[in-house]
């Protein structure tokens, strides 16, 4: 088998511009909008996008292994099939914060405008309706959907946050996140619509789908509490504000390394998954040689970007930032494994081991608590940063572990 230079190509492409709509969003945004109002507008931003990723969790290794060894109108009848499916658990996840969200401005009037509460929730759905149409798509290998969301959704919302703000004030950057998702949401339905539009409804999933999928994401949400609690921990071991904000500042660094090589590589799985029933060795061999490629890209970036920590933090974020290099340093190792922790999960997939994908989340998030309880107390942002290398770590050795036959 060969890679799938094109679809990586378009995926690179994607991760690139998206780069460049992130730093417009941390800063022109901040900027036009002022310290005040910028602070409700990122909590509304993390609000909405933090609820579409996660009704997301596991979708796209699901989609991928299920549609991908799928032809023709059969592929799109079971596609219709599991996203009515998905999208039926989706919505009730929806309906529940929804709840919350209507007793909290109840309970508490005055503090949160209903306005803004409607806003973020309508970001939220159209944000969870884009997440799960992008993701059919690339089980339906229409990748360009899949690889152009994200930077389609952040260049709407800072060009509308830009424009709406002079007029309207935080009410228009808030509105702008709503936008961003309405933008994503018809993306996503120009790659799956024309799969869907066809298709017949009634189709039976096959079997093991609904099995796959809930293990997926019990090991995708373990995985995010690896990935996304080294500030959390911070602050609740009582490390200080400004700890907090430098592990913020590291994870949120290894993040964005991490998730562009598993998006990148995400494109190479519907391929794989189709050819591994007639011959596994080659479709694991183009994983492993996308993970090779992703790997000569992602290592030399955390390596440039760990030896000028300081001058980065410094210019982009100002000099009281140049204290958390070090906690940045550890976090790039973290993201310097993210091929091999792509590939352990790719590999599981193919292989049907979801239970794979599941125990080595729940080793590396066992390893990330107890090392966050011993070094967090004495090292506040670096031990933050090393319980994360050390769960990331231990995730992807156990899931390589788990699985059957030589890995």
């Known amino acids: 088998m060969a890679l799938p230079w094109k679809a990586l190509a378009g995926s690179a492409a994607g991760k690139g511009v998206e780069a460049l709509t992130l730093v417009a969003l941390v800063l022109l945004v901040p900027r036009a909008l002022g310290p005040g109002d910028y602070g409700g507008f990122s909590v509304a931003l993390a609000v909405a996008t933090g609820i579409a990723t996660a009704t997301g969790i596991g979708g796209p290794a699901l989609f991928a292994r299920v549609l991908a060894p799928l032809d023709g109108a059969r592929r799109d009848d ?73 930077p389609l959704e952040n260049g709407v919302i800072v060009v509308a946050a830009l424009a709406l703000y002079p007029s309207i004030g935080l009410d228009g950057a808030i ?53 996304r609690g080294a500030a959390p921990v911070c602050a609740l071991a009582g490390a200080g504000a400004v700890a907090t904000g430098h592990a913020a500042i590291a994870a949120g660094a290894a993040l964005a390394i991490t998730y562009a090589v598993l998006q990148t590589m995400l494109v190479a799985l519907p391929g794989a998954a189709r050819a591994h029933a007639r011959d596994p060795v080659a479709a694991e061999a183009v994983l492993r040689r996308t993970a090779l490629w992703c790997a000569a890209v992602a290592l030399p970036v955390c390596v440039v970007v760990a030896l000028t920590a300081e001058p980065l933090l410094g210019s982009a974020l100002g000099e009281d930032f140049r204290a958390a290099a070090g906690a940045l340093r550890i976090a790039l190792a973290a993201a310097a494994l993210a091929p091999l922790w792509a590939l352990a999960n790719q590999l599981a997939t193919v292989r049907e081991r979801p239970e794979a994908v599941l125990a080595g989340a729940a080793v590396g998030a066992t390893a990330f608590a107890f090392v966050a309880l011993a070094a967090v107390p004495q090292s506040g942002a670096s031990g933050a940063a090393t319980a994360m290398l050390a769960g990331v770590a231990a995730t992807t050795a156990a899931t390589f572990a788990a699985l059957p036959g030589r890995a």
Do not use: N
Request: hydrophobic residues 60%; charged residues 10%.
């Open 175 to 227: 509105a702008a996140v709503a936008l961003g998702a309405c933008a994503a949401l018809a993306l996503a339905l120009a790659g799956a619509g024309p799969g869907l539009r066809g298709a017949g409804r009634g189709a039976a999933l096959p079997p093991g789908a609904l099995r796959f999928a809930r293990l997926q994401a019990a090991g995708g949400t373990l995985t995010q509490a690896v990935h």
């Open 78 to 150: 079971v596609a219709l099939a599991l996203a009515l499916r998905v999208g039926r658990t989706r919505a009730l996840m929806l309906a529940g914060l929804a709840a919350l969200a209507i007793a909290g401005v109840l309970l508490a009037p005055g503090e949160v405008r209903p306005l803004h509460v409607a806003l973020v929730a309508a970001a939220a759905v159209l944000g969870a309706s884009a997440t799960l149409l992008s993701q059919l798509s690339l089980g339906l290998e229409r990748t360009a959907a899949w690889s152009l969301r994200y």
